[in-house]
Nanobody, 115 residues
Framework: QVQVVESGGGLVQAGGSLRLSCAAS????????MGWYRQAPGKQRELVAA???????NYAGSVKGRFTISRDNAKNTVYLQMNSLKPEDTAVYYC?????????WGQGTQVIVSS
């Protein structure tokens, strides 16, 4: 079983930056991909960015050019660098790890972008 723990959320002004971290532990061998999702109040959870074990990345159109996902395999950690933040980026951000088609979710970290 994989455990994931997010950190790095907070309050930031529009135009600012934040970096989220997601640390995986447990049965990490075989993790196929990790990704960041977000859920705003009253909305469905949506994909923000994902990265495969091979390093391929995928981004939501709304964050392309502003957010960057990366991974440090030695630390079993995935990062989400968020630049040029907008109020509409306000949400709870969740990390997901997929290992042999089984998904493990973190508890989420709150990001609030003030205008």
């Amino acid at each position: 079983q994989v455990q994931v723990v997010e950190s790095g959320g907070g309050l930031v002004q529009a135009g600012g930056s934040l970096r989220l971290s997601c640390a995986a532990s447990g049965s990490i061998l075989g993790i196929n991909s990790m990704g960041w999702y977000r859920q705003a109040p009253g909305k469905q959870r949506e994909l923000v960015a994902a990265i495969t074990s091979g390093g391929a990345t995928n981004y939501a159109g709304s964050v392309k050019g502003r957010f960057t996902i990366s991974r440090d395999n030695a630390k079993n950690t995935v990062y989400l660098q968020m630049n040029s933040l907008k109020p509409e980026d306000t949400a709870v951000y969740y990390c997901k790890a997929v290992r042999y088609s089984v998904a493990s979710w973190g508890q989420g970290t709150q990001v609030i972008v003030s205008s």
